[in-house]
């Protein structure tokens, strides 16, 4: 099992491009998220999806869509890139929505916006 | 949202116990208990969870009071490899009538020093 995989590891932009970030889970799970990770923030939510076809935002939504069209399949797309949007984002997923169930997380796509 | 308080740093040297206290006052009652550990480049590792009393898998133990406004993980004989950054995390379960939102504190870094 390959687990949560995340594509590309490192990526550079320019102010105002946009970019698909992808995530696929191998592990039939139903809830999926993304969180960004900066220097003494923690991980904070962006967005997440409780089963496919079903997206809701996180804390910080701004600047990314999201879309569910198979259960694997979770994309992150930044529609303009701006500096602030510099960090490491991680994708999560877990087998079901109930409180117990816990994350299994991809090894992050570092992205730079220049 | 149940908020998370650790403390940002701990040193300890190699083969001792470690614990790791996490406040969460406003916990709800039917919030689980969840800690994760991460390495530098890597996404976040699911260690152990619980949701009262004390929990005890072949990594750590999790130690639950009675009113559940705290909880402590506790690593045995700690080794150089376990040098890395412990998430505490309290979440509710997404219910059909709000949103889903686990947060992530901001982790506290443990040193293992030779």
């Known amino acids: 099992n390959a687990g949560v995989t995340q594509t590309p590891k490192f990526q550079v932009l320019k102010t105002g491009q946009s970019m698909t970030l992808q995530c696929a889970q191998d592990?039939?799970?139903?809830?999926m998220s993304w969180y960004r990770q900066d220097p003494g923030m923690g991980l904070r939510l962006i967005h997440y999806?409780?089963?496919?076809?079903?997206?809701d935002q996180g804390e910080v939504p701004n600047g990314y869509n999201v879309s569910r069209s198979t259960t694997e399949d979770f994309p992150l797309r930044l529609l303009s890139a701006a500096p602030s949007q510099t960090s490491v984002y991680f994708c999560?997923?877990?087998?079901?929505?109930?409180?117990?169930?816990?994350?299994?997380f991809g090894n992050g796509t570092r992205l730079t916006v220049t | 949202l149940a908020k998370t308080t650790q403390p940002i740093s701990m040193d300890s040297y190699e083969g001792q116990e470690v614990n790791i206290t996490c406040s969460h006052n406003?916990?709800?009652?039917?919030?689980?208990i969840t800690w994760y550990q991460q390495f530098p480049s890597q996404g976040p590792r699911f260690i152990i969870q619980?949701?009262?009393t004390k929990v005890t898998n072949e990594v750590a133990s999790l130690f639950i009071p009675a009113d559940r406004k705290s909880s402590t993980l506790s690593l045995p004989r700690v080794s150089l490899s376990d040098t890395a950054v412990y998430y505490c995390?309290?979440?509710?379960?997404?219910?059909?009538?709000?949103?889903?939102?686990?947060?992530f504190g901001k982790g506290t870094k443990l040193s293992v020093i030779p």
């Open positions: 406003n916990i709800a009652t039917n919030d689980y």
């Open positions: 999806s409780v089963g496919a076809g079903i997206t």
């Open positions: 592990m039939n799970h139903e809830y």
């Open positions: 995390l309290v979440g509710s379960a997404y219910s059909g009538a709000g949103s889903y939102q686990l947060t």
């Open positions: 619980g949701y009262k």
């Open positions: 999560a997923s877990s087998y079901s929505n109930h409180r117990s169930s816990p994350l299994h």
